[in-house]
């Protein structure tokens, strides 16, 4: 989006095929429980071997030890919130303490979550804010800028089940590196099955078509 990127340099992943999955993080009386979020969780990480991590265990702590170094496909299956005011304020929810924390925009640029493809299974998370120099504020900048490769995201807010189906076509479209065609699979999936546009147009990639 702008050439200050270039100032940055990204961070260095050393993800081998290390996983992390996210979903349904308890977040207290605030915000509403997501069952197909943890359905979903449960079902990508059985395709990967690993354990999701849900509930009061979804926190950015337990994220942040999880992916360590880095990994190659970080999957979040939770709620996220748009600032327009202020972008870099945008946010994923996790679990905390009975409630929820915000690791937002700028949280991930001062500390980067390093994932050669990620995931925002959650609302609003391709929203951002143009700025007069070209950049683009917002959660998934600060995702490329901690060295993602290409991320998946949502443009409004998604329903609850057809994201669960979307994103189980996709991760077992995705198993041989081409995410470009998993995501057409999912979308085209969708149509299909006579969903609206609403539904299966919610999700964009963005960045490399294979990984």
Known sequence: PTGGWLLRAPERIASG????????PSLGGDWQSLPGALDEAQTIASLYGVAAITGDDASVAV???????GVKVLHLATHGVFNARDPLQSAILLSRDGGSERLTAADLFEEPLPATLVIMSACET?????TAGGDFLGLARSFYLSGARAVLNSLWPVHDKPTQRFMQIFHREAAGGN???????????????????????????GG???I
């Open 179 to 205: 995410i470009g065609r998993a995501w057409l699979a999912a979308r085209d999936a969708l149509q299909a099955e006579g969903l609206p546009p609403s539904v299966y147009g919610a999700f964009v990639l």
């Open 17 to 24: 095929d290390r996983v992390a999955i996210i979903g349904d």
């Open 208 to 210: 490399a078509a294979r």
């Open 63 to 69: 994220l942040r030890a999880r992916v360590g170094r």
């Open 126 to 130: 391709g929203l951002g804010q143009v």
